[in-house]
């Protein structure tokens, strides 16, 4: 004679049962993808160390208040110019030659690396700078800067 | 083909054949030439709003998607003034729509205007947006509309109009601004809107848009109404010209289909297997959107389909094994549940014998639930006492037509219904029970010339649209439909040559038809002789006749005869083995067909072979190594019975809430509190779980994977939504548990593996494999080997010996009727918004807000002569029990006819009020056979139906939107026009 009943008793799983159960599931899950949680570890460290974390923590914490303000704050007019030329600068660098200028920005890192191991305090006069001129790498480089002063000036 | 050759059509100065008549956008866009087009889409065909698809032919220009072509037609779509003009058009779209697209919910790679204007490579917009002096409406409960956002193509118009047939949605273009408007301009929850959700689905846009997709299908979309407004201002300063717009906004698209999962799933709501992809981000359900290529439904749906999911994350849902323990349930882990099953089974199976037992199937769960249901019964325990619900309802109709054709099944396909010139239906609320399939008749009729006949007790809304509308007495459709095929054959209107060729028996057949002469059936019916004699006429004029009914004709004592005498008349009248024509029992539950196709029958293995067949029987033991008894099982009804003579004393009973829907519940539940063992599965507590003695949680079709088969004998995948809610499992999943358990060597690791085992055994299904099932195809058994399926039967000839159909003699008596004391004739059925017994859809907040209450539907001469009015309370008298309910006075029911919904429950439930009788051929109850009388509680009330319910709606019948309104108003020039005049 089964009568019809409503009442469920729940089933109590005791605090410590549930803990072990939840933290074997979490031991299977990392077990499982050993690599990329080591990987996420080294991601957090580096974060952690430039402080990106802190504030990426914070961000989160009160996204739309901090969306509010941002997108209040930029919408003000004297970022108007700004953002338009976001665009523009992106436009601009669709125009950029990057082959020619990867070339240039690899002789600038020689010469600022040059420049870097010599005494700051040295003087150089007229003649040091004659002389300099027929160092056939100075010439090449005072070569190329007048050319690049030709092509800038050109209507 | 020779037709065809003459049609050439040049196009940009390539030549293209066309097919005679076709509408130049199609060819267009099969000739891969890129024109723009917004309002026109192939499943609603063109609606002419948008002006976009401007193109030159013979020198002048003309929308394309107006234009039908012909032969040496020369069209060009590039010339600079055509491509003016498109750009004028589109122009003109974009200061009705403002491009915010990053925040916008509608950003999800699909939607129309970005993509055309995408694609047209428009950089910048002539003329600035300009907003419109109107609010959203958001009254409704599932949908809202953004008349700022909103372009006036007109396509959820015209689906509204022509497609779904609700006539709700017009275009007010006499307005200074005009806006599309509800019914005669009143906020979408006050309307005649039945929230089928198909103008959301079709907009193109983000104008009408399903409430579940707001805040949720972006990354930036969940803002503050004002914060939002600033970021649009924010995106259109930073996105200057729609290129960077566009790559921004594509890429945060991009970003979401990593968010959002799509997922292919078919509907569990009724027959008709509408399929559609399920957008969900974790089990948050989003919304649902059909495809075209949906085979049964395309882009259609109704509300329960496209909103009617909520149940699925009730926070009522079972998450652990239930096991009854004197006053209380107690919850228990599987491993415990699963050996107090078999432990159970076992001690009643030794102790009283296999046929002590039975198990009940569900026609909600999958073909693959039911194939290993009976497979448990039959090879587990070794009894034939399995049956499932289809025995509710449509047991006759399959009787009646394997006395007649052989095959247990609709004859076509939902098109060919569409394809009818005819289409009569006997007992079906069409429009409720099987919304999207009322809808195809709705179209038919409303746009291609199709007549609609329909035979029914209540007016409702097929017959109110019907060409014809005839209220036969209750029970008394066999003779009517008897008496017109002696008609027929009196005036030697029979088709017969087909006869001759295909119909075997038929001098037996017109020897049993003379008792049925008109006066005879005229008496009987009501119906006047004259109108039959018309009806008989016209079936025999039309060139294709297709015959719908359901349960107003199964749930009768004689609805196994009633459903043979349909088919002999389609015999009679050569109306099988072609296009539109045939015979459709419309199945209600989403499964009822595969349910019983796939062997959850007493009777029968899968694909209908009998038990008692020895080669049959010994292929399965062969295959199964067991041994399976001769003589069919007991159905669901003779279980009830055998309970109470105490001949069973256990029952396993899957997804079925047999406390509340079978007939006379009061004989039902004194029946389970009998039982020794009572196993139930289901998603809920349900009022027949509460006499369990074990209750298994399963979980819903969006959480498994199997294949569920439509009215139209469609195979259909779905495939797993969400994951299960944790601690509930899939049906097939717990039987397997039970069934190792009990020593069964079964090891499934995928539904396809049982389908795969089904079609090893079952002819039927030979061909059926999911590779074949992949994705939006589906296969209509019989599938032989090699995957070839059947769309319309009998191709080939009948399933029987001689391949000939057979003419079934039947004989009628009168053996219902209202008395002096029970003087109210009770009908029932479904509502279009809730489910069956209603534990799914009353857990959908939009539905229980607009249909909260169960209610009594009274004729307003039966209100007048008992002095009630809206709102009384009543209480009805059956001689099996009593239920209480909520007068509505309303012209849908005549005389002395009552209805109540089947999703009434608890004092309201109808089978407290049903008997014992049953059809005497297949033990379905007799539900429509009920008298009762009536007792006045109170005089008057509150409605029972809110004002907000559509029922209450006033529609707006119009073809499509009236594009010529918006033509003829002063401030429109057709873009083609303005760039001539401009130069």
């Known amino acids: ?155 | 083909m020779l037709e065809r050759d003459h049609t050439v059509v040049t196009i940009n100065g390539r030549e293209y054949l066309a097919d005679p008549g076709q509408n130049l956008i199609d060819l267009i866009n099969s000739a891969g030439e890129n024109v723009p087009q917004i309002c026109y889409n192939e499943s609603l065909g063109p609606i002419q709003t948008c002006d976009t698809c401007v193109v030159q032919v013979n020198g002048n220009m003309q929308r394309a998607c107006g234009t039908k072509v012909e032969a040496g037609m020369k069209v060009q779509t590039q010339l600079p003034q055509v491509q003016m003009a498109q750009k004028e058009a589109l122009d003109r779209i974009l200061e009705n729509h403002e491009l915010y697209c990053t925040v916008c919910d509608y950003n999800n790679g699909d939607c129309e205007i970005h993509n055309t204007m995408a694609e047209f490579g428009l950089e910048h917009q002539s003329r600035p947006f300009q907003e419109k002096p109107y609010n959203r409406d958001e009254s409704g409960s599932f949908y809202r509309y953004d008349p700022d956002q909103c372009i006036l193509c007109g396509r959820c118009v015209e689906v509204c109009q022509d497609v779904q047939v609700n006539e709700t949605l017009t275009i007010d273009w006499e307005r200074k601004q005009p806006r599309v408007i509800w019914d005669n301009d009143v906020p979408i929850d006050q309307s005649s809107c039945v929230n089928c959700g198909q103008c959301s689905t079709v907009c193109p846009c983000n104008a009408m848009m399903e409430k579940g997709m707001e805040g949720e299908a972006g990354f930036l979309t969940d803002q503050e109404p004002g914060m939002l407004k600033s970021m649009i201002e924010l995106t259109k300063k930073v996105e200057t010209g729609y290129g960077p717009l566009f790559a921004v906004s594509d890429s945060e698209a991009a970003m979401r289909e990593e968010r959002i999962k799509k997922t292919k799933t078919v509907c569990t709501y009724c027959g008709v297997g509408c399929s559609f992809d399920v957008w969900t981000k974790d089990r948050q359900i989003l919304k649902v959107e059909p495809n075209a290529e949906s085979p049964a439904n395309g882009i259609a749906t109704c509300v329960k389909g496209k909103f009617g999911w909520d149940y699925v994350n009730s926070e009522k849902r079972l998450t652990k094994p239930l096991i009854r323990r004197g006053e209380t349930f107690e919850e228990v882990e599987w491993d415990e549940a699963i050996s107090y099953v078999a432990k159970r089974l076992t001690e009643i199976k030794e102790k009283r014998g296999a046929d002590d037992l039975g198990f009940i199937s569900s026609s909600k769960a999958t073909n693959e639930e039911s194939y290993l249901m009976q497979k448990l019964s039959r090879q587990i325990i070794g009894t034939n006492n399995v049956d499932n619900c289809s025995r509710y309802c449509q047991s006759p109709a399959t009787k009646g037509l394997f006395r007649t054709v052989g095959h247990g099944g609709d004859s076509g396909t939902i098109d060919d219904i569409a394809k009818a010139n005819l289409v009569l239906t006997i007992g079906s609320n069409t429009d409720e029970s099987h919304p999207v399939l009322a809808s195809r008749i709705k179209r038919s009729q409303k746009l291609f010339g199709q007549k609609l006949f329909v035979f029914d007790l209540r007016k409702h809304e097929m017959a109110r649209r019907a060409d014809r509308f005839y209220q036969p007495k209750s029970g008394t459709d066999l003779v009517w439909i008897s008496a017109i095929s002696k008609y027929i054959l009196d005036q030697g209107l029979e088709d017969k040559s087909f006869i001759e060729k295909w119909v075997n028996d038929f001098e037996a057949y017109r020897e049993s038809l003379q008792p049925f002469t008109m006066e005879y059936a005229s008496e009987l019916t009501g119906i006047p002789k004259e109108e039959l004699i018309e009806v008989a006429e016209e079936i025999v004029k039309a060139d294709k006749v297709s015959i719908c009914w359901a349960m107003g004709v199964t749930q009768h004592m004689r609805g196994s005869d009633t459903s043979t005498a349909i088919s002999n008349l389609l015999l009679l009248t050569g109306n099988y083995r072609k296009e539109g024509c045939g015979a459709y029992p419309l199945r209600g539950h989403n499964n009822v067909q595969g349910c019983s196709d796939f062997g959850s029958m007493p009777n029968f293995f899968p694909g209908y072979e009998e038990t008692t067949n020895d080669e049959v029987r010994e292929r399965y033991e062969k295959a199964w190594n067991c041994t399976i008894p001769k003589e069919p099982g007991k159905d669901n009804h003779q279980m009830i019975e055998a309970i109470h003579a105490g001949n069973l004393s256990a029952m396993y009973v899957i997804g079925e809430d047999t406390g509340i829907v079978d007939a006379n519940i009061n004989y039902v539940t004194e029946a389970f509190e009998k039982l020794d063992l009572f196993i139930v599965q289901d998603l809920f507590l349900t009022k027949t779980a509460e006499y369990a003695d074990i209750v298994l949680p399963a979980v819903p079709s969006l959480e498994k994977e199997g294949t569920f088969t439509n009215t139209e004998r469609r195979i259909q995948r779905l495939y797993k939504a969400l994951d299960p809610l944790p601690g509930a499992k899939p049906d097939w999943e717990i039987l397997q548990l039970v069934a190792r358990e009990l020593g069964g060597d079964w090891d499934y690791d995928h539904p396809s593996e049982i389908m795969a085992e089904a079609a090893s055994l079952a002819p039927l299904f030979a061909g059926v494999t999911y590779e074949r099932l992949e994705g939006y195809n589906s296969l209509q058994w019989p599938v032989a080997e090699d995957g070839t399926d059947e769309p319309l039967l009998f191709q080939e000839g009948f399933p029987f010996e001689d391949g000939k159909a057979k003419f079934f003699p039947l004989e009628y008596e009168l053996q219902y009727d209202t008395t002096e004391k029970y003087d109210l004739h009770v009908n029932n059925g479904r509502l279009l918004e809730h489910f069956h017994e209603g534990n799914m859809t009353y857990k959908v907040e939009g539905i229980a807000r607009k249909t909260p209450n169960p209610f009594v539907e009274v004729s307003p001469e039966l209100a007048d002569e008992r002095g009630i009015r809206e709102g009384a309370e009543v209480k009805l008298i059956s001689e099996a029990g009593e239920a209480n309910g909520w007068v509505t006075v309303t012209e849908r029911v005549r005389g002395k006819e009552l209805f109540i919904p089947m999703s009434a429950n608890g004092k309201s439930a109808v089978n407290l009020l049903t008997d014992n009788r049953v059809d005497k051929d297949t033990n379905t109850p007799a539900y429509k056979e009920i008298a009762v009388r009536m007792e006045v509680l109170k005089e008057e009330g509150k409605s029972p139906i809110p004002s907000n319910n559509h029922r209450k709606g006033n529609p707006v019948p119009q073809y499509s939107v009236n594009v010529e309104n918006k033509w003829e108003r002063d401030d429109y020039v057709f873009p083609g026009d303005q760039v001539n005049k401009d130069g």
């Open chain 1, 1 to 155: 004679m089964a009568k019809s009943i409503t009442n469920i008793k729940r089933m109590e799983i005791p605090r410590e049962k549930q803990h072990e159960r939840d933290l074997q599931e979490v031991k299977e899950a990392v077990t499982e993808n050993k690599e990329a949680i080591l990987q996420g570890i080294k991601l957090l460290k580096s974060l952690n160390e430039t402080g990106t974390l802190d504030t990426a923590y914070a961000f989160s914490q009160s996204k739309h208040k901090a969306m509010k303000y941002l997108v209040e704050e930029i919408s003000k007019d004297h970022y108007a110019q700004m953002l338009e030329n976001l665009p523009e600068i992106v436009f601009m660098l669709g125009d950029v030659d990057m082959k020619s200028v990867r070339e240039a920005t690899v002789r600038l890192n020689e010469g600022i690396q040059e420049m870097n191991s010599t005494d700051p305090e040295q003087k150089t006069s007229i003649l040091d700078l004659a002389k300099a001129l027929k160092d056939p790498e100075i010439n090449r480089s005072v070569t190329l800067m007048m050319q690049f002063l030709k092509g800038m000036g050109r209507q």
